[in-house]
């Protein structure tokens, strides 16, 4: 972790000067807040964004263009393809949601004792933490999807144990860091327990940084799961979930750019969206 | 020095050791018994007798233990075990499909290695600011773009549109020009975010202020001076990204129709091959822990701060 905080040298006409003003959030901050608001509105309430089905196709208008009737175009079952990224949101949302839990949950657990315990416990966890990390998320993913099969929640879950060795290596570097100061020294002095420190000092203090890897691992998520619906081991057809969206769409690629198009874009606006929440906490998450 | 030499080795073994394991363990024996689903199945027709001589020929009629033994010992001479599906040796299917994902990973790994000096030297070096904010939000674009959309698009635009790279039967070159930027762009982005924030670190320094105040030029002070110490940061993640073109060539093998690891990788899930996944999961294990191993017992040779301080230790 980048510790480097910069402190502020303060004369007393600049104190007097200061007035409080509601904090400024950047521009870019902000579209991103709003771009993820809009896929979880898609995700939570699909219908109220389009008339269409997600999976039910209208006859007779297959593979068209876009235009004013089907927004992003139709697919070769007649299938609008603007509806199936909205119903699809759901599916990649939930699946990020999923992975994310799974990961933070275990990761901080690991992490907390490695970090609390120390000694022969914290080498097991952190040997077993730097193994996993040397293998590529991909592949220790589809370790994992192998022993779950394949499906949604399969593929969820196995890019969130695939991802738990970060959580635990950031939360066993925080909890280090934090069991330094003088406070949680100060929490122990005066007669705190083991466990209630942890959890009313340790736990708290380190979750800035827990929680900046959190949304960049969201986002990490969904691409993770994308590639596995991808590749086919995720949620089956007609399921419109934006990996498989994009899969389907790849034979048509020479005459229909919309049917990959579209939902590429709305990973790419996710994602970057998801990232830069990420940064906005003001930590680099190793 | 020899002393720090033998316990990082013996740390670079127990880390391959630990990830042979792992596998073992994740692939091998919490799945139950792939041999015993794959010929089973009644359309096969095989006799009770005769799936016992299959599982004998596999060795899997034996305790758990037993078999991790053996295939520890195994793995140690090389012998990785057969594919179950197609009945070649896990070590034959390996030597078939390295060579071309070897090829495709390191002209993807030159192409990742020049966009990230490019954008971060582009970056550092401008005069315009709207050209750097523009450069430096690049390698965050390219982190967000899945690997698989970024090969359709290609083709998409590059050879159905612009025509400029054929898809069908191209030449052996040709073909590989696609897949290479598919492979280099998300590789390239962590590299080039590293590249900037280091540059921007060591330009603060003051041997750079003595370098620009005895009139060196902006270009002159970035590649005599700067480089070489914005370098070393660098040089960490290699064996993270060396491991991500192993996984990335799973998606871009197959994008692009190509034969390789990163396919043999797709089938070897698709058919629940385990003793092929197993054997991929440690070559990228060991691919990370021997460029982790260099990297560690390179940074004295280019930093000649961290050799005095091992020279003091001896």
């Known amino acids: 972790m980048s510790g480097s905080r910069t402190t502020e040298v303060v004369s007393p006409d600049t104190i007097a000067l200061r007035r409080p003003r509601l904090p400024r959030i950047a521009p870019g901050l902000l579209l991103a807040w709003a771009v993820i608001l809009l896929a979880l509105l898609w995700a939570l309430l699909p219908w109220i964004f389009t008339s269409y089905s997600g999976t039910i196709g209208t006859a007779g208008q297959q593979l068209r263009a876009p235009s004013a009737l089907h927004w992003l175009g139709t697919d070769q079952i007649g299938r609008d393809v603007y509806a199936r990224i909205i119903y699809g949101a759901r599916h990649s949302l939930t699946g990020a949601f999923l992975a994310v839990a799974v990961g933070l949950l275990a990761g901080t657990w690991f992490g907390l004792i490695a970090g609390s315990v120390g000694g022969w416990v914290d080498d097991v966890i952190m040997r077993f933490v730097d193994v996993m990390l040397s293998i590529p998320s991909l592949l220790l993913s589809l370790s994992i999807i192998i022993l779950l099969g394949f499906g949604e929640l399969d593929a969820a879950v196995a890019v969130g144990i695939a991802s738990v060795a970060r959580f635990a290596r950031l939360m066993r570097s925080e909890v280090v860091r934090v069991r330094r100061s003088d406070y949680v020294e100060a929490a122990f002095g005066s007669g705190g327990s083991f466990s209630a420190v942890l959890w009313r000092h340790v736990l708290p203090n380190s979750m800035t940084a827990v929680v900046s890897l959190a949304a960049l691992q969201f986002g990490t998520a969904i691409l993770a799961i994308a590639t596995l619906g991808f590749l086919g081991y995720g949620a089956p057809p007609p399921t419109p979930e934006w990996g498989l969206l994009i899969a389907e769409g790849r034979d048509y690629v020479a005459t229909a750019w919309w049917l990959t198009g579209f939902p590429g874009l709305a990973v790419v606006l996710v994602v970057l969206a998801a990232n830069r929440i990420s940064h906005s906490f003001g930590q680099e998450p190793v | ?314």
């Open chain 2, 1 to 314: 020095m020899a002393k720090y030499l033998i316990g990082r080795f013996a740390q670079a073994a127990i880390v391959l050791w630990a990830a042979f394991t792992v596998a073992f363990i994740l692939l091998q024996v919490l799945p139950g018994d792939a041999i015993m689903i794959k010929f089973q199945s009644p359309d096969l027709g095989l006799s009770a007798a005769e799936i016992a001589q299959i599982r004998a020929a596999y060795a899997v009629d034996q305790p758990i233990i037993v078999q991790y033994g053996h295939a520890l010992t195994n793995a140690l001479e090389g012998k990785l075990g057969y594919s179950v599906q197609q009945g070649v040796s896990v070590g034959e299917l390996l030597r078939t499909n390295l060579p071309p994902t070897l090829r495709l990973a390191s002209l993807g790994f030159v192409l990742a290695v020049s966009l990230a000096v490019g954008i971060a030297f582009l970056a550092s070096l401008t005069p315009f600011a709207w050209l750097r904010s523009t450069l430096q939000a690049l390698p965050a674009l390219f982190i967000s773009v899945p690997v698989f959309w970024l090969g359709i698009v290609l083709i998409q635009v590059i050879s159905f549109r612009l025509k400029l790279v054929s898809v069908i039967s191209p030449g052996e070159f040709e073909g590989l020009i696609l897949p290479t930027i598919t492979l280099a762009v998300p590789i390239s982005a962590p590299l080039a975010q590293i590249l900037i924030r280091s540059i921007d670190a060591v330009q603060t320094q003051n041997f750079v202020a003595v370098a620009r105040a005895k009139g060196a030029s902006a270009s002159q002070v970035l590649w005599a001076h700067v480089a070489r110490n914005a370098i070393l940061p660098v040089l960490t993640i290699a064996g993270v990204l060396l491991g991500e073109l192993l996984a990335g060539a799973v998606v871009t093998e197959t994008v692009f129709g190509l034969n390789g690891l990163g396919s043999l990788t797709r089938d070897a899930v698709g058919s629940q091959d385990v003793s092929v996944l197993q054997a991929l999961v440690v070559l990228s294990a060991l691919v990370f822990v021997v460029v982790n191993l260099g990297v560690d017992l390179l940074y004295p040779v280019l930093d000649p701060r961290l050799r005095r301080r091992f020279e003091g230790v001896r």
